[in-house]
Every structure is written in structure tokens, then in C-alpha cells.
């Protein structure tokens, strides 16, 4: 069976200008805070298309529902009846998904009816399912935006294949709980770091940051080729 043929990506994320009206990253610098934003999109966007497989894109432009679950679940829906055999859904919300995760996933959708990458918060970063094991009502009874859903796609669902466990960022919590938490330095957290450093960050926001192990978040030589 051809995986690009049989599978489909969905990603599923509001854009940026409608996210930071529901999530702050920066609480000092509304365009830094924007910034955040669009990179984060536009990075899972790149990394959704460097695996080759079709995809979806699911902004609140085209989503279709009451609330969340209802609109993921019909995302999914709606690409099956394209035709494909398994579908992938991924999020803005994890800088450290690559490709390869999503890949990954691809090729161990037939080693079960369900793959789940989750977060070190306890939500999930990305979602693989097999049509014939997709269940409408079930997906919708998922607490979608809580930090029980990973507990709960195992409980619901058999023979769930788990991918790594990554860090979720939807808060500036949860961003300095990234950069501060690399011990290595990742290209999405790098680009991270590089955004922020061409910004005029307030005091406070830099204080929080001094934990940080790269000496050179500050620096103007930062990510320069020797």
C-alpha cells in the first residue's frame, strides 16, 4: 500500500492573528507576542509539508462545529470521504514536532487503530487514525483542550501506539518552560531564540529567561556561521 496515496495530513490550527487572540506569549510586547505567533504557525506548516503527504489545512475559516471536538472530528470526517485510509492531525502548539514525527506516525498507523504523540502537559500534539477505526461519536466525548486527553485516548482507545512526548506551548509559561528546558539547541528553539533577540523585550521578560543554558540568547552573533 502507498502511504502517499492512502495517507493525509490535517493541520488544524487557528493563524496567527486569530491565536493571540487567545493566547498570550509575551505578556510585555504585543508584536512580539504576534511574531510568536505566526513562527510557530509557519513552522508546523513547513514541517507538515516536508513529508510529502497531502494535507489539509483547518483554520477557524473552515472548521465546522460547536466547539472543538466537533470540529476536529469533522475535519477528519470530511478527509475521509476524500478517499484516504488514514488521516493525521497536528496542531500549531508543539515547536518541537518535525517531519519525522509525522512520518513516523504514518508508518505505525498499521501497527494499531490509533497513534497519539502527547505532551509533557497531557494533551496530545498529534492524533493518526485508521478510517475503519474512526469513531465520530467517541472523538467528540474526548476532553479535547485538557490536560486529561492523553490519559483518556489510551483509556478509550485499543492498541494505541504512543510517539515521544513533547512540550506544548500555549502560554508564556509554557514558552520559557521550552527554551529554558533544551539541552540542546533545536531549530525550532533556536528560531525561537532568534526571534526573541531581535526584539526589545521589557526587563521582566528577560529575567525569566536567565536560567536559559545558551549564553548567547542575548547576543548578536547568535545563529551566525563562523
Keep these: 500500500m502507498n502511504m502517499d496515496l492512502t495517507t493525509a495530513v490535517i493541520y488544524f490550527a487557528r493563524n496567527a492573528r486569530e491565536e493571540v487572540k487567545h493566547k498570550v506569549f509575551c505578556n510585555s510586547n504585543s508584536r512580539l507576542n504576534d511574531a510568536i505567533a505566526l513562527q510557530l504557525y509557519n513552522y508546523t506548516y513547513n514541517q507538515v509539508a516536508k513529508t510529502g503527504l497531502p494535507f489539509f489545512c483547518f483554520t477557524e475559516q473552515n472548521q465546522q462545529g460547536s466547539n472543538f471536538s466537533e470540529k476536529l472530528a469533522n475535519a477528519f470526517r470530511e478527509v475521509f470521504q476524500k478517499g484516504y485510509h488514514s488521516v493525521i492531525a497536528v496542531g500549531s502548539d508543539s515547536p518541537g514536532l518535525t517531519a519525522s514525527h509525522i512520518t513516523e506516525a504514518a508508518h505505525r498507523l498499521v501497527d494499531g487503530k490509533l497513534v497519539a504523540g502527547t505532551t509533557a502537559q497531557g494533551g496530545c ?22 490536560s486529561n486527553l492523553a490519559h483518556q485516548i489510551e483509556a478509550a482507545f485499543n492498541a494505541v501506539v504512543l510517539l515521544p512526548v513533547l512540550s506544548e506551548v500555549n502560554n508564556q509559561r509554557h514558552l520559557l518552560g ?40 542575548f547576543s548578536n552573533s547568535f545563529g551566525r556561521a563562523p
Design 125 to 146: 500534539y498529534l492524533i493518526g487514525v485508521l478510517q475503519q477505526a474512526f469513531d465520530y461519536s467517541k472523538f467528540t466525548k474526548l476532553s479535547w483542550q485538557t
Design 178 to 217: 521550552l527554551i529554558n528546558g533544551s539541552r540542546t539547541v533545536k531549530a525550532s528553539v533556536r528560531n525561537l531564540i532568534q526571534l526573541i533577540n531581535s526584539y526589545k523585550v521589557t526587563p521582566s521578560f528577560v529575567l525569566q529567561i536567565l536560567l536559559l543554558p545558551h549564553p548567547f540568547l
